[in-house]
């Protein structure tokens, strides 16, 4: 991840971002089982929750009576406390999200453009998207938290610019935590997308239980993002889930992306240019296209399980539903599993939960996330 060049919009003591995290995670909760959850004593949760009210991050609740005596009043986030941004880039197309303090994905534009076009002129277009953005929500006066900005591409060693796919190579050797601060006032977090998908897909809530997932996105590439424990596993050098470079050793004309599949479709003269137009399996292009990701994601995804252990594994990126779910079925690792004669059931695996809007909602989070130490 790059970090931003500007200072984080909201200062919150140790105290304040566990309450904050505990309301998140739990959405209406009591005071007293912020106690519980959090090991904070009493008189700490009722002073915090007071500075918490007055700065407006959190609201009461309805009053609910659980037996005899005073009623419980909960404590919840407040939605309109404040406000981030997601940055998306997909194959030919920008998607802006604006998203508020609960993760609830208030508004979305797309962007259509040419992925050779200069930086400066698309860091430019998308501050008019979010200029805009602002004024159609009213938010001109609204706590801005800052934006997190999804990039297909691993975080090269320098730790100020990130080696992008081939379609963005000129992105590569950019500072670009210093080139988007130019255009923003408010800190600016670029991650690896990957690392976006998997964040929006943990934290969207949709995920009950789960602890430990993994997700396998195909699109530019192919890569992974892995939460291990309710965090966000980064590695030595900020690049876990660098699985495409197992296509370095095996061939990179293996590798079954979302944009290999687009150039196969156009050259056999099928006219689809988002991944949202892609035909069915019963499309010859789309159906070699199949076989073969079923075939190199099968050892793939079982050796993930085997070392990893995840509640779920998730297949998404630019990868539409229908194509996710039948590489799911006719991978049929249920079966293999059966071999093993385990006692317990293989990882769920599933198609994301969340869409195609799932970086852009992963990207709106970072700012949260960073904001409250997550």
């Not at 100020?160 to 590569?172: C, D, G, I, M, P």
């Not at 010859?284 to 252990?309: C, E, F, H, K, S």
Request: hydrophobic content about 40%; glycine content about 10%.
């Amino acid at each position: 991840m790059l970090h931003p060049i500007k200072p984080v919009q909201l200062e919150l003591t140790p105290g304040q971002k566990k309450i904050l995290a505990t309301c998140r995670q739990e959405g209406l909760v009591s005071r007293a089982k912020i106690v519980e959850l959090t090991g904070l004593r009493s008189g700490s949760v009722t002073s915090i929750s007071k500075e918490l009210l007055a700065m407006n991050l959190i609201k009461e609740g309805a009053r609910v009576r659980i037996g005899r005596g005073q009623p419980i009043i909960p404590l919840e986030l407040n939605p309109y406390a404040a406000f981030s941004f997601g940055i998306a880039f997909h194959i030919q197309r920008i998607d802006i999200g604006l998203a508020n303090f609960c993760g609830t994905l208030v508004d979305k534009v797309t962007i259509p453009y040419q992925e050779d076009t200069a930086i400066d002129v698309v860091l430019r277009q998308i501050h008019q998207e979010i200029m805009a953005l602002i004024e159609k929500q009213k938010l001109q006066h609204a706590r801005i938290l800052g934006i997190g900005v999804s990039l297909p591409g691993p975080t090269k060693g320098d730790r100020k610019s990130v080696y992008t796919v081939e379609a963005l190579s000129h992105w590569r050797d950019e500072p670009l935590a210093d080139k988007f601060g130019a255009y923003f006032d408010w800190p600016v977090w670029i991650d690896n997308d990957c690392k976006s998908a998997v964040v929006g897909e943990f934290y969207s809530g949709k995920w009950p239980g789960v602890k430990n997932m993994v997700l396998i996105e195909l699109g530019h590439g192919v890569g992974g993002g892995a939460i291990i424990n309710g965090k966000l596993y980064r590695g030595s050098r900020q690049n876990a889930g660098e699985i495409g470079t197992y296509f370095s050793i095996i061939g990179e004309e293996k590798k079954p992306t979302i944009r290999t599949l687009l150039k196969q479709l156009n050259e056999a003269g099928y006219s689809v240019s988002d991944p949202v137009q892609i035909p069915d399996s019963s499309n010859p292009i789309v159906r070699a296209w199949l076989d073969n990701a079923v075939y190199q994601l099968r050892p793939l995804v079982m050796l993930t399980i085997g070392w990893l252990d995840p509640d779920c594994v998730i297949i998404a990126g630019e990868c539409p539903e229908h194509l996710s779910q039948t590489i799911i079925d006719e991978m049929n690792l249920k079966h293999e599993w059966a071999q093993f004669e385990r006692d317990y059931p293989i990882a769920r695996l599933s198609p994301t939960k969340v869409g195609m809007s799932l970086n852009t909602y992963g990207a709106c989070m970072y700012p949260v996330f960073r904001t409250l130490g997550i």
